[in-house]
């Protein structure tokens, strides 16, 4: 990814969409062999039961002009054993990037709190993932049809789903209803109270890097974070990723070290030349992100399966001395990586066009990037475990012009969502782990009494959204408490205020 001119700065880009936030990352290579074919679904299964029912409903394919007047149909999971009525809350999930059911799953929180709050439970998909596209298997076919996927364009399918919901369901007409999202779902639950305080009373954003946009914070944070992610768990372990590089370079020089990586490293597809080992490089700098992300103190099945603290088992792997051999330092990188691609010893080869699951949409997280989500991020190899690489918005551009046939706007974000102007707002949480690469980007600090950060020092990406366990460190116990305290609040200062419409 680093020598590869064009290729490789959409690929970083992609990293950000990890923040598919949780934002599930975008490997080019895969990108590219997958654009404009459809996406399936993947699974990964709650460690408790939950139960829903699966809606649809009709929206809008374009809610801000009157020439297409189409509509589709949005997915939502609706979960209300526990809710009170007539007026118990709503906890409304505001959908990322992917199948809505995947994030459902994965949102345990919500689940283990419907009961205390008797509050109804609503996830709703965000269109163009999942099973919610405009133009149906075409909605990828071409840009025209891409051109109504837009952050704007799902919270005003969020606002409208919940008007109609509160109309149609008896009992919901006084519901106050919380927004509740993590990653890029969490940008969007911060950025529909923001928009729509006339719809929701208050939002969690969890692990939401609002401010990843140009000119709001360093470029070179995110892989600052992972980089000390490694560092402090195993000796020499950021040092010997550093290194790594360069030793991936010697190797693969030749054709007889490109077999030996080939085999040593157990991939499906044989490296062939110095461009794979430009991408291989890339896969494996994904595959580092994506163990800082779900860093979790326990056994988990996120984007992979892992092992508890799988950055410590990684670690063990990679304690080698400054005196090893370029081969001796690339079999612990093999694996080191096979922790996080084989912990349950089920796969037969490693595929470097995979790094995450597959309920992820890449290509359209590949558009947001390259439209309104211009999230910069770069390296220097000092401050963190990476080749160095600037961000280059020239660059960046040509190759969203080259994919898509679009240009992004770099400030558009800062100017629809406010960038670091946002006091004027009320009622939002913001989350964030100390682990969380993407916490670089989130809001840290209390900005006033109703807009409030809290951070999760041993947290990693979206921590306390997930379900409790018994290996949770305190801080996240703590911040879902506190959460909850919020969540008590707005919903009594809405019964205080009844709605009139
Ligand atoms: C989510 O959980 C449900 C019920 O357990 C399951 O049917 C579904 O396949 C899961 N979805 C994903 C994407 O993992
Ligand atoms: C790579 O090759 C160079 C030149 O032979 C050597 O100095 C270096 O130690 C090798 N390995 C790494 C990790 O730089
Ligand atoms: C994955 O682990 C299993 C069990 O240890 C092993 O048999 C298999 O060869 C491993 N796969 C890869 C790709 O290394
Ligand atoms: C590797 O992953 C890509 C993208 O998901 C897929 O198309 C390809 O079939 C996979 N290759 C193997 C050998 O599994
Ligand atoms: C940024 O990319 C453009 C287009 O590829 C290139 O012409 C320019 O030299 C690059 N700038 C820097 C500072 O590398
Ligand atoms: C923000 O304020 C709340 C409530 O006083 C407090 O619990 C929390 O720790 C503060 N957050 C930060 C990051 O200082």
């Given at each position: ?233 195993g ?77 410590q088992v990684v670690c063990k792997y990679l304690a ?15 694996q080191a ?165």
């Amino acid at each position: 990814m680093r020598a590869g001119g064009g290729t490789q700065v959409l690929d970083r880009a992609a990293a950000t969409c990890i923040l598919a936030l949780w934002l599930g990352c975008l490997h080019v290579a895969a990108l590219k062999s997958r654009l404009f074919t459809r996406l399936g679904g993947a699974s990964d299964s709650p460690e408790n039961p939950i139960s829903y029912d699966t809606l649809y409903f009709d929206q809008k394919i374009d809610h801000f002009g009157f020439l297409e007047d189409g509509t589709f149909k949005q997915r939502y999971l609706v979960a209300d054993k526990h809710w009170q009525q007539p007026g118990g809350p709503v906890l409304f999930y505001t959908g990322n990037e992917g199948d809505i059911t995947w994030f459902c799953n994965n949102t345990g929180f919500m689940w283990e709190i419907a009961e205390e709050l008797g509050a109804m439970l609503v996830f709703a998909e965000h269109r163009y993932y999942g099973e919610s596209l405009p133009f149906g298997q075409d909605s990828y076919s071409d840009s025209k049809h891409l051109n109504y996927l837009t952050s704007e364009q799902a919270l005003a399918d969020f606002a409208v789903l919940i008007k109609n919901l509160k109309s149609s369901s008896p009992g919901a007409q006084q519901s106050p209803v919380i927004a509740v999202g993590g990653s890029y779902g969490g940008m969007l639950a911060a950025w529909f109270r923001i928009k729509y305080p006339n719809v929701v009373v208050g939002a969690l954003a969890a692990s939401a890097p609002i401010w990843q946009f140009p000119g709001m914070v360093p470029c070179g944070d995110f892989y600052r974070i992972v980089t000390q992610d490694f560092a402090k768990s195993g000796q020499n372990c950021a040092a010997n990723i550093r290194k790594s590089w360069m030793a991936i370079n010697n190797v693969s020089s030749t054709a007889s070290g490109l077999q030996w990586l080939s085999e040593e490293f157990s991939l499906c597809a044989p490296l062939k030349n110095e461009n794979d080992a430009v991408g291989f490089k890339s896969w494996l700098q994904e595959t580092w992100v994506n163990l800082a992300m779900v860093d979790y103190p326990y056994e988990a099945n996120f984007l992979q399966p892992l092992p508890r603290w799988p950055i410590q088992v990684v670690c063990k792997y990679l304690a080698l001395d400054a005196s090893v051999s370029d081969y001796q330092l690339l079999h612990g990188v093999s694996q080191a990586a096979k922790v996080y691609y084989n912990y349950t010893g089920s796969s037969s080869c490693l595929n470097t066009s995979q790094t995450a699951t597959s309920s992820l949409g890449y290509i359209g997280w590949s558009y947001q990037a390259c439209t309104e989500m211009v999230m910069p991020m770069c390296t220097d190899g000092i401050q963190d475990m990476f080749e160095p690489e600037g961000w280059n918005f020239t660059a960046f551009s040509d190759e969203c012009s080259a994919m898509f046939g679009v240009r992004p706007r770099a400030d558009w974000a800062g100017t629809v969502y406010g960038g670091k102007d946002i006091a004027s707002h009320s009622n939002i949480i913001f989350s964030n782990g100390g682990l969380d690469p993407w916490s670089c980007g989130g809001v840290t600090s209390n900005i006033t009494d109703s807009l409030v950060s809290i951070v999760i020092p041993d947290g990693a990406h979206h921590l306390d959204l997930r379900y409790s366990n018994d290996q949770d460190p305190p801080s996240v116990s703590a911040a879902r408490a506190l959460e909850v305290m919020y969540f008590r609040e707005w919903i009594k200062q809405a019964k205080k205020t009844p709605l009139t419409s």
